[in-house]
Nanobody
Framework: QARLVESGGGLVQPGGSLRLSCSAS????????MGWYRQAPGLQRELVAA???????NYTDSVKGRFTISRDAARNNVYLQMNSLKPEDTAVYYC????????WGQGTQVTVSS
């Protein structure tokens, strides 16, 4: 059964940094465009960063200049480096293939608070 696993979340003060990781078992990520999504309480899940199969990236306006998405095809992993974190970045973060989604993982909680 395909499984996505997100990790690296935690509690961080405003202005801090976190690096999220996305790994997968029984499913290939490398041939596909990938996305990092987040869902805050009471809100819909939103796409915050995407990376194409060849490494082209795109970001939602609220995270541009602060977040960086990357991938390691050999390890079948995708990463999200988050800098200058703000309280409004607090959410559960998920990864998935952009166009051919697989079952969603549990996500990883990011809490930005002083």
């Amino acid at each position: 059964q395909a499984r996505l696993v997100e990790s690296g979340g935690g509690l961080v003060q405003p202005g801090g940094s976190l690096r999220l990781s996305c790994s997968a078992s029984r499913v290939s990520l490398s041939p596909y465009a990938m996305g990092w999504y987040r869902q805050a309480p009471g809100l819909q899940r939103e796409l915050v960063a995407a990376i194409s199969r060849l490494g082209a990236t795109n970001y939602t306006d609220s995270v541009k200049g602060r977040f960086t998405i990357s991938r390691d095809a050999a390890r079948n992993n995708v990463y999200l480096q988050m800098n200058s974190l703000k309280p409004e970045d607090t959410a559960v973060y998920y990864c998935n293939r952009l166009h051919y989604e697989v079952a969603w993982g549990q996500g990883t909680q990011v809490t930005v608070s002083s």
